[in-house]
């Protein structure tokens, strides 16, 4: 037996696991082909220059990103009017997202919607909600 587990010990060796998620974009490219909204892919995105995903958001038409005195950041959607945006990543709602940059670095971003709140999909509208919405889907 103590033959068996030496050689036992020999053969084994460290064992190292990489797990990577993929993002499962929920229909993100029938949501693109429909017209209704912005959307940027993977190529979209490393094309944008931006050191934060605030940066890369706050060029997009219709949105706004204001820093404020406590270091958070606020995406604002304008439409008829201007409000705070509903953020969701991965397709779950996050509740008092303030803090986009350090939740997400742009080089994890697998794609992005923008939604007015009259645009924004049943999934990506919360109940009297009433503002626009960005979706954030991550490698």
């Given at each position: 037996?103590h033959?068996a587990?030496?050689?036992?010990?020999?053969?084994?060796?460290?064992?190292?696991?990489?797990?990577?998620?993929?993002?499962?974009?929920?229909?993100f490219?029938?949501?693109?082909?429909?017209?209704v909204?912005r959307?940027?892919?993977?190529?979209?995105?490393?094309?944008?220059?931006?050191?934060?995903?605030?940066?890369?958001?706050?060029r997009?038409p219709?949105?706004?990103?204001?820093?404020?005195?406590?270091?958070?950041?606020v995406i604002?959607i304008?439409g008829?009017?201007?409000?705070?945006?509903?953020?969701?990543?991965?397709?779950?709602?996050?509740?008092?997202?303030?803090?986009?940059d350090?939740?997400?670095?742009?080089?994890?971003?697998?794609?992005i919607?923008?939604?007015?709140a009259?645009?924004?999909?049943p999934?990506?509208?919360?109940?009297?909600?009433?503002?626009?919405s960005?979706?954030i889907w991550?490698?």
């Open positions: 037996i033959v587990m030496h050689t036992l010990r020999a053969v084994l060796d460290t064992i190292k696991v990489r797990a990577v998620r993929l993002a499962d974009m929920g229909g490219d029938a949501r693109r082909r429909s017209g909204g959307f940027l892919g993977p190529n979209d995105i490393s094309r944008l220059p931006g050191r934060e995903l605030s940066d890369i958001l706050q997009q219709g949105v706004r990103v204001q820093r404020t005195d406590d270091g958070s950041t604002y304008r008829a009017t201007e409000c705070e945006a509903e953020l969701y990543i991965d397709g779950g709602y996050m509740f008092n997202a303030r803090d986009l350090a939740w997400v670095r742009p080089e994890r971003v697998a794609g919607e923008i939604y007015s009259e645009m924004a999909p999934q990506f509208r919360r109940p009297l909600g009433g503002c626009g960005v979706v991550t490698r």
